[in-house]
C-alpha cells in the first residue's frame, strides 16, 4: 500500500507564496519520479512540475520563473514552492508520484488526495 500526503495549500493574496509538501510512504521498492499536478473548476488536470530521482525538472511555462520543485530522496518527501501566486494558480494541487511498490513489479503512477490553492483578494 502506498500512500501521497499532502500539506499546504490554503488561501493567499495575489503576489503571496506558499509552499505545498508531499510525502510517499509505504511499500515503496524505487521512485523514478515525484511532481505535482493541479485542477482548476471545468479544466482538465494538468502538469505544474515535476522531478526525477536524478534531479531533473520540468516546469509548466505558466509557472517558469515562480515555482520550484525539490525533493528528499530519503524521506521520500517532495516540495513546490509557489512564489508570486496568481488568481489564475487557484485550483486542487495533486501530488503524483510514479514508482515501483516492490521488487518485480511495474512501475505505476499514485496519486495524492489533493490540496485547494486559492488565490484571491
Known amino acids: 500500500q502506498v500512500q501521497l500526503v499532502e500539506s499546504g495549500g490554503g488561501l493567499v493574496q495575489p503576489g503571496g507564496s506558499l509552499r505545498l509538501s508531499c510525502a510517499a510512504s509505504?511499500?515503496?521498492?524505487?521512485?523514478?519520479?515525484m511532481g505535482w499536478y493541479r485542477q482548476a473548476p471545468g479544466k482538465e488536470r494538468e502538469l505544474v512540475a515535476s522531478?526525477?530521482?536524478?534531479?531533473?525538472?520540468d516546469y509548466a511555462d505558466s509557472v517558469k520563473g515562480r515555482f520550484t520543485i525539490s525533493r528528499d530522496i530519503a524521506k521520500n518527501t517532495v516540495w513546490l514552492q509557489m512564489n508570486s501566486l496568481r488568481p489564475e494558480d487557484t485550483a486542487v494541487y495533486y501530488c503524483?508520484?510514479?514508482?515501483?511498490?516492490?521488487?518485480?513489479?511495474?512501475?505505476?503512477?499514485?496519486w495524492g488526495q489533493g490540496t485547494q490553492v486559492t488565490v484571491s483578494s
Open positions: 503524483n508520484s510514479r514508482l515501483v511498490a516492490r521488487l518485480g513489479m511495474a512501475i505505476r503512477n499514485y
Open positions: 509505504g511499500s515503496i521498492f524505487s521512485i523514478n519520479a
Open positions: 522531478i526525477t530521482s536524478g534531479g531533473s525538472t
